[in-house]
């Protein structure tokens, strides 16, 4: 059989794509950039092809169809940039990868940290040789009440590594699990925005979670409270969330991903002017990191996405059930 590949990277997903290709007995083809009107040709003649997070909307997807395609394997957990909607009117079904949990889970611990010890103040004090204390005074995990949104995969290893602070924990998820419930206690999301110090996103976004944090649900947070978001970027409201810096009911916000960030991240555009205002300002504020959406790159990662998008291509053209089939 074979996968077009958009979006393939010489850098680090070569390596894995050859050796998966092989494995699988795929024929590949190759295009380095996103898919677009303009090179959606190059898919011709195959029947699969395999994106990164790329806006799929309905005039693109409508392309893909006329040239034969039959699936679309997108090489991430979040599928929010695919019209699924547009996918299934065309017959073109769509799939998703998943990867080890660990590598998201410890990069939001760390950015936790970050936030609660006043790290980005700290490094960019040392760059220019400023060794003072006052207003990098920082605060200990162990001391803080953590609300975590999402209890799959992803948050359930946070909890189970937020548990060795010491801190007391509340979960959130319409699907509790045993597990969690093992060092965490479920609770109601107004309880969560009471009452924790601290508040961490995991999960994907769709219609009915589009800003979950906007303005009324950060009134009803403590003063101070910090977030954290290594999920999807339109979880929060951002001008809520500025807002919320601004007069100080934010203490802090640490965040991989943001609001519209398709087509910008991944590329070297420091000589570009980028239309994303709010992200400008966001990182002005001492008291806020924003980060490129790197929570999910590791080698083991990396690893994962390419090769369970093949074998999601390959389990479909078999007939086979596909744990990764999402539409």
Same mark, same amino acid.
């Given at each position: ?7 393939? =990277? ?8 050859? =050796?998966? /290709? ?6 590949? !083809? ?11 040709s190059l ?15 309905? %005039? ?8 034969? @395609?039959?699936?679309? /394997?997108?090489?991430? *957990? ?9 996918? %299934?009117?065309?017959?073109?079904? +769509? $799939? ?27 490094? #960019? ?6 060794? $003072?204390?006052?207003? *990098? #005074? ?7 009440? +953590? !609300? ?9 290893? @946070?909890?189970?590594?937020? /548990?060795?602070?010491?801190? %007391? ?10 597990? +969690? ?17 601290? *508040? ?17 649900a950060i ?6 409270? @910090? ?41 070297? =555009? ?13 990182r002005g ?14 080698? #083991?990662? +990396?690893?994962?996405? @390419?090769?369970?998008?093949?074998? /999601? ?5 078999? !007939? ?8």
């Amino acid at each position: 059989m074979k996968i077009f590949v958009y979006n393939y =990277r010489e850098f680090d997903e070569a390596v894995y794509f050859q =050796r998966f /290709s092989k494995e699988y007995g795929v024929e590949l !083809g190759i295009c380095y950039d996103d898919p677009c009107m303009e090179n959606a040709s190059l898919a011709e003649g195959y029947e699969y092809i395999s994106i990164i997070t790329t806006k799929m909307d309905a %005039q693109l997807i409508k392309r893909f169809h006329e040239l034969g @395609v039959k699936m679309i /394997s997108t090489r991430t *957990i979040g599928y929010d940039h695919v019209d699924l909607e547009a996918a %299934q009117k065309f017959g073109i079904k +769509v $799939s998703n990868v998943t990867y080890s949990p660990e590598c998201v889970a410890d990069y939001t611990v760390m950015l936790m940290l970050m936030a609660i010890r006043k790290m980005k103040r700290i490094m #960019q004090r040392e760059e220019i040789n400023d060794f $003072s204390l006052p207003g *990098i #005074q920082g605060h200990e995990m162990h001391n803080f009440t +953590v !609300g975590v949104i999402g209890t799959g995969k992803i948050g359930q290893a @946070v909890i189970r590594d937020l /548990s060795g602070f010491g801190c %007391q924990i509340y979960a959130y998820d319409l699907f509790p699990s045993q597990k +969690v419930k093992a060092y965490a206690e479920y609770a109601e999301l107004d309880t969560i925005f009471e009452t924790c110090d601290m *508040i961490t996103l995991h999960m994907p976004l769709g219609d009915d979670n589009y800003h979950m944090i906007n303005a009324d649900a950060i009134a009803k947070m403590k003063q101070g409270v @910090v977030l954290i978001n290594t999920a999807r970027g339109g979880l929060i409201d951002t001008k809520a969330l500025l807002d919320g810096l601004e007069s100080e009911k934010i203490g802090a916000a640490a965040m991989d991903v943001i609001e519209d960030e398709f087509g910008m991240y991944y590329y070297d =555009r420091k000589s570009d002017i980028i239309s994303k205002r709010e992200l400008y300002i966001l990182r002005g504020f001492p008291n806020v990191i924003v980060t490129p959406h790197m929570a999910f790159y590791t080698d #083991q990662a +990396v690893s994962d996405m @390419v090769r369970h998008s093949i074998e /999601s291509c390959c389990l479909n053209e078999a !007939g086979k059930e596909n744990p990764w089939e999402i539409a």
